[in-house]
């Protein structure tokens, strides 16, 4: 592994199912995120972790939560997906100075 | 609230031209400004970041960019783009000094380079 992989690449899910993006990364970065791309709209962020142990919401929370039970990982959980979660999803991390983030390759991800 | 403002959603250009992406952003702090390049189908790549010092930021790629705290700008230039640059391009800040340390991004340039 090489800076930030996530898993899966990309998932057709129908309404109402759970799913869980997984992003692991080997940077040992104590700062995680997660963000979603949308045309037009840029990166916005869902949920962030400062270090292990710790999450935070960011501007676009509603139906996701997140879980940092260790360094390297940084789980996304959508527990009842809806069409409006259809986006890209992109990881990244940083070191704790934010001085910059890496990312992820996404999960392109369609609710039907 | 800090804001970051991309002024144009695409930019076409010819092979060869000179370009120049602009961004603007908003924030009563101090700001760390990054420009980061997204190639068809792939993540985000950092082309360069500015922390302090020179104003004048050089990146990989040719790109350069220039902060301008009175004006509260960052824009991305190359003096000659290819057919490679062909890519969406986003201008990010990251307010120094608090506890937040994600990015807050701008809507993204599309920079389609023409033969």
């Known amino acids: 592994i090489a800076g930030i992989t996530q898993a899966p690449t990309s998932q057709i899910l129908a309404a109402g199912r759970r799913m869980t993006l997984r992003c692991t990364q080997d940077m040992r970065h104590n700062a995680m995120y997660w963000y979603r791309q949308d045309l037009g709209l840029g990166l916005r962020l869902i949920h962030y972790s400062n270090t292990a142990g710790t999450t935070g919401k960011g501007e676009v929370p509603d139906g996701y939560s997140v879980s940092r039970a260790n360094t390297d990982d940084f789980p996304l959980t959508l527990a009842s997906a809806v069409p409006s979660q259809t986006s890209v999803y992109f990881c990244a991390s940083s070191d704790s100075q934010g001085r910059e983030q890496f990312f992820g390759p996404g999960t392109r991800l369609t609710v039907l | 609230a800090q804001s970051v403002t991309q002024l144009d959603s695409q930019v076409p250009v010819f092979e060869e031209a000179p370009v120049e992406l602009r961004c603007n952003y908003s924030s009563s702090v101090s700001v760390y400004l990054f420009w980061y390049v997204q190639y068809p189908n792939q993540g985000l790549q950092l082309l360069l970041k500015?922390?302090?010092?020179?104003?004048l930021v050089k990146g990989i790629n040719g790109f350069e960019a220039e902060f301008n705290k009175s004006q509260t700008s960052f824009h991305l230039r190359k003096p000659s783009v290819h057919i490679s640059d062909t890519a969406e391009y986003f201008c990010?800040?990251?307010?120094?000094?608090?506890?937040?340390?994600?990015?807050?991004f701008g809507s993204g340039t599309r920079l389609q380079v023409q033969p």
């Open positions: 500015y922390l302090s010092g020179s104003t």
């Open positions: 990010a800040i990251h307010i120094r000094n608090t506890g937040r340390r994600a990015l807050t």
